[in-house]
């Protein structure tokens, strides 16, 4: 009997070069999901041979890269919402950095690590029974937003909703009062917005976000003052006014201090090194200094530093110089009723 010619593999015809496979995943920053590939019959154990051999990459269950290689951070966002599903959003810092938040920068870790990708944070209708999984955290709602904004072609929450979401999982209060002190001070949402978005959201992990609306709310405008109040509220001494207009009798500008304790002209100036410390903001500081010396004004200067690693000493220091400014009489100073939004400090780096 003559040898049986041996059988020739073909290569299968489902593979990249796929008019119809490309056109689905040229759409979707080069991923595709298997209940797409399976609409295009394409096998389970095809697309596992592509991923073993390294033609594709698995990004998350269900989601493949069909160049193969480490996706980037905006294939990654793009992949959790195609692992999440139809209707969900990016949230949390995740959409904060998409509307340009600076204080979100606080909570990066390690993105040009691939072993080691940011964290995704995605809403998900609660009837959906996704979970987290790999570098994607799922967060299912019953309040999911109706009004998403698409931006670079992914759906993003709402900016009030995604501040609401990221800071209920921050384990630092600082943190949370930066990243919602810059959405204030910048005009992008209101406090009566975020108070409103703190009343309806999930009480869990919400301690930080009570305290630091608690601080808005005060007038408080960035994490340091923050700290300096939460320092005052254990001392004896009554609440200052936090970023009030100080003016001469006569009506001529002198500061808008951090604190102000109207009954004894006394302010204090949360000033850090970085920031004060040199070029322009060292001449902007010497100028408002010299400023309240003119008025009779007495200062209490103090860095971030300071305050979160010696408060008690601070809080001492403070009591002194209030008890120094409430011994001499008072200079004619008096507040404008007007309330400088931006606390003074032109282009004043969020959560510095």
């Given amino acids: 009997m003559a040898p049986r010619p041996s059988r020739v593999r073909r290569m299968p015809s489902t593979n990249r070069s796929r008019p119809d496979l490309l056109d689905v995943a040229n759409a979707q920053a080069g991923l595709i999901t298997s209940a797409q590939l399976a609409e295009l019959g394409i096998r389970t154990s095809t697309t596992a041979r592509r991923v073993a051999g390294y033609m594709w990459t698995r990004v998350l269950p269900g989601v493949h890269l069909v160049s193969g290689g480490q996706p980037t951070a905006y294939q990654r966002e793009f992949a959790a919402l195609l692992y999440a599903g139809p209707g969900s959003m990016l949230t949390g810092v995740t959409a904060l950095r998409r509307y340009g938040i600076r204080a979100a920068r606080l909570q990066e870790v390690g993105t040009s690590d691939p072993n080691r990708p940011e964290p995704v944070h995605v809403l998900n209708p609660h009837e959906r029974r996704r979970i987290s999984t790999g570098y994607t955290r799922v967060e299912r709602t019953h309040r999911l937003p109706s009004d998403p904004l698409v931006i670079d072609g992914l759906l993003h929450a709402p900016l009030v909703r995604a501040a609401g979401d990221a800071v209920r999982r921050m384990v630092s209060q600082s943190d949370v009062l930066a990243i919602l002190s810059e959405i204030t001070q910048r005009g992008l949402a209101t406090v009566d917005a975020l108070s409103c978005e703190l009343k309806a959201g999930n009480r869990r992990g919400s301690a930080h976000f009570r305290a630091a609306m608690a601080h808005l709310e005060a007038g408080v405008w960035s994490a340091p003052e923050g700290d300096l109040r939460s320092v005052v509220s254990e001392s004896e001494l009554p609440e200052p006014q936090w970023n009030v207009t100080v003016v001469t009798e006569d009506g001529y500008y002198i500061a808008t201090p951090d604190g102000w304790f109207d009954d004894v002209a006394l302010a204090a100036e949360v ?64 507040l404008s009723g007007l309330r400088d939004v931006s606390a003074g400090r032109p282009g004043w780096p969020w959560g510095a």
């Fill in 271 to 334: 000033d850090s090194q970085e920031h004060h410390g040199f070029g322009v903001g060292l001449e902007r500081t010497t100028r408002r200094n010299a400023r309240y010396a003119r008025a009779g004004v007495i200062v209490y200067p103090v860095t971030p530093a300071m305050i979160r690693d010696h408060p008690d000493a601070v809080r001492r220091e403070l009591m002194e110089a209030y008890k120094a400014a409430k011994a001499r009489p008072r200079p004619a100073v008096r």
